[in-house]
């Protein structure tokens, strides 16, 4: 909430104004576990040896800056527009937070300059392994920009790791789920990101195995429950966003 600024309270308040408590529960709870799955992705990785995290969309991502025990083995690369990024920066200053020496911000103005670009001039090593998490993003993207970030994290070594969000269209979307999807809809169109690109489950997955991934992961409201939730029968998820993840295949 402190690093949002002003605008935290704000939008927290407008959330529980606007959603009924079982909805915001699931919202809340969501964002924990989309937040959560990257981050045991990524402790499975450093401990098999991979030295590279690339947070696409960074945003407001804490990773960096509070995980001491997996950032001392990572360069962490933080993917985000330049002036977003700066303002961040900016925020994390008045905070008093200083970002720990492993971190590389990557301001990347996508109209100018590609992922790849943008991430060799930042120092990443496309031909070692690492661990891509793009959270919350792809809803307002057209199809062919994901296609072509994905084609670029298609290039770097196999065995690198990506775990993603997508939110599914409204014909896949039943109770809560109706009511969170409409709400978060209205948040981003009054802000001037309407949702572009939606996918269904296995959509996004051919997607990604026409890409070059294989070993995908599926990960919605039954598998955060067990994983994270076990034998807690009140925690439900709504599903309008669901996660995969999936690794760059070995070449043939």
Not at 80 to 99: F, N, T, V, Y
Not at 227 to 241: E, L
Request: net charge negative; charged share 20%.
């Amino acid at each position: 909430m402190g690093l949002a600024g002003d605008d935290g309270p704000v939008v927290a308040r407008r959330f529980r104004t606007e959603l009924g408590t079982e909805s915001l529960l699931s919202f809340t709870r969501w964002v924990c576990v989309r937040a959560r799955l990257p981050e045991d992705i990524v402790e499975k990785a450093v401990e098999q040896g991979v030295e590279q995290y690339v947070i696409l969309g960074a945003g407001l991502d804490s990773f960096a800056y509070r995980r001491p025990d997996l950032v001392s083995h990572l360069r962490v690369y933080e993917v985000d527009h330049p002036a977003s990024q700066a303002w961040k920066r900016q925020r994390l200053q008045e905070m008093g937070i200083r970002p720990p020496a492993n971190l590389t911000y990557a301001p990347i103005d996508f109209e100018h300059q590609t992922l790849r670009r943008g991430l060799t001039t930042a120092g990443f090593d496309f031909a070692a392994p690492a661990v891509f998490s793009w959270i919350g993003v792809t809803m307002y993207l057209t199809v062919e920009a994901i296609r072509s970030t994905l084609a670029t994290i298609a290039t770097c070594a196999p065995g690198t790791r990506i775990v993603m969000t997508y939110n599914q269209p409204l014909s896949a979307l039943h109770g809560i789920a109706l009511e969170l999807d409409s709400a978060i809809r209205t948040f981003a169109t009054e802000a001037g990101e309407p949702f572009l690109s939606l996918f269904i489950p296995k959509e996004i997955e051919a997607l990604l195995r026409e890409i070059g991934f294989a070993e995908i992961m599926h990960f919605g409201p039954e598998e955060a429950v067990r994983t994270y939730f076990p034998g807690r029968a009140d925690v439900r998820f709504g599903g309008a966003q669901r996660l995969i993840a999936a690794m760059v295949a070995a070449n043939p």
